[in-house]
Nanobody, 124 residues
Framework: VQVQASGGGLVQAGGSLRLSCAGSGRSISRVGMAWFRQAPGKEREFVAAISSSGDKTGYVDSVKGRFTISRDNAKNTMYLEMNSLKPEDTAVYYC??????????????????WGQGTQVTVSS
């Protein structure tokens, strides 16, 4: 499977964006998936993850209550709804997929499949 993120852009603090991650080449319905982000000069960090069926999700503390991860397996797509955005959310956002594993993980090493990132810039 290949994945590709889209939906990034420039938004003012307090605004919202919805990122999409489209799968191709294979169904994503049986694998856990996640969003990571990387700000300039920083390491890539975990943001949110979701199990294959969508019944289990996990978030980094800094986005809890503001971001929502979801998926539509019929459309082979995962989403990240981002509300109340802050300048510190500025980063390149990446979607990632596990391989043949239903559960999700917060560990970057659990994800062998990565898409190109999409830039999110939040102005103050």
């Amino acid at each position: 499977v290949q994945v590709q993120a889209s939906g990034g852009g420039l938004v003012q603090a307090g605004g919202s964006l919805r990122l999409s991650c489209a799968g191709s080449g294979r169904s994503i319905s049986r694998v856990g998936m996640a969003w990571f982000r990387q700000a300039p000069g920083k390491e890539r960090e975990f943001v949110a993850a979701i199990s294959s069926s969508g019944d289990k999700t996990g978030y980094v503390d800094s986005v809890k209550g503001r971001f929502t991860i979801s998926r539509d397996n019929a459309k082979n797509t995962m989403y990240l709804e981002m509300n109340s955005l802050k300048p510190e959310d500025t980063a390149v956002y990446y979607c990632a997929s596990r391989y043949n594993t239903y559960s999700y993980s917060t560990n970057i090493r659990a994800y062998p499949i990565w898409g190109q990132g999409t830039q999110v810039t939040v102005s103050s």
